[in-house]
């Protein structure tokens, strides 16, 4: 009964044997004519990316086709965002214009490029139909968001041109007392002027000056700080006829400094603050005239001293060391602390070479050669 079993079972196994034999040879491989069978590449993937694929849930194929810029996402993110800067930058301002106001109250990366293209093309002083006058519109309404306000000052401010300050300023004076006030005297005195030319020149101090000449006018209330961002525009402009005129308005009702300390204007001290922020090297020439003329203790003589000394040019420090040649005792501690305040590598080099060369042996007072002997020593070190 054994010998039974083990047949009957070694016969089942024959059989199905045979079975799978006959089932595997009845599949046989295309002949060279019938070609190879197009096989998506989602089912075929290769084996280097079967691993990828599956941590992704795409077919590997998919996955090696990466989009332009995906391997470096911020190069491309500053590619699409230069694109759309140069873009709107050929656009005329009118344009621009009108797309800000269709957008106003927007915020994103789009917008902000927007306003800095706005600012880029009214930099060029393009003609702009109507858009001056909106702007201004935009700035004195009382209806308009704060924030667009301001963000529309900014604009404007970058924009740096006599049209542009224009702007501001009769925004200023239309409504002293606006919301906005504080950010507009703000953008007045940290503007860039950034139009260039003896025209341009001109144009901006005839509008800083229509400015003055209302706030000086008796009975004018000025915005707070109003007076100290004309200064400071007035003295970026830097050109002999801007000079002159913080000149006069810091000595106007007080010749002597004491006075002015003691009972100057508002725009008097405005226009003496801001001595030390003219850096025209071309007015160094015509500062110095004024610092020859000038007395100890006259505005005039302290003005042009400090505009002189913190001018950072070699023209500067030439024009005080003329002056120094000739000037009397009581000046020894101030020239010496004007020469002192040379900042900049090229002028402290020429104080150098001018002491090393025996050039204070020139100086004719003693206490005001020792003074410059002192000073420039510091920077021979």
Known sequence: MRNFNRLLIAGIAVCLTIAVLLVWTGRRAPSAAEGTPDVDAHERPSPAGIRSASRAGVPASDKDKKPAGSENPRHAQITERTALYENLTRMPAERLWQDWLATKGQRGWQRRILEQALSNVLAGRPQVGTAYDQMLDFLLSETENPDDQQRLAKIVSDGGTPECLGIL?????????????????????????????DSAAGD????????WAHWM??????????????????ARIGTQNAVRFLIET????????????????VASISAMNVAGKVFAPESAAFLGEYLAKGRPGDTTFHW?????ANMGS????????KWATNAPGECAEIAGSWVQLARDTESRQRLVDFRRSGGLNRIANAEVRQALTAAIGTFDR
Request: charge should be negative; charged fraction near 20%; proline fraction near 5%.
């Open 169 to 197: 300023l009769e925004a200023l004076i239309a409504r002293p007392d606006a919301t906005i006030t504080l950010d507009l005297v703000n953008w007045v005195s940290i503007m860039s002027l950034r139009s260039d030319g």
């Open 204 to 211: 901006y101090l005839a509008t800083a000056r229509a400015a």
């Open 217 to 234: 006018q008796e009975g004018s209330t000025p915005p707070r700080g109003a007076f100290d961002a004309l200064a400071a525009v007035t």
């Open 250 to 265: 810091a000595t106007a009702g007080a010749v002597r400094i004491e006075d002015l300390e003691r009972a100057g204007s």
């Open 304 to 308: 042009t001293g400090e505009a002189l």
């Open 314 to 321: 070699p023209l500067a420090v030439e024009q005080l060391v």
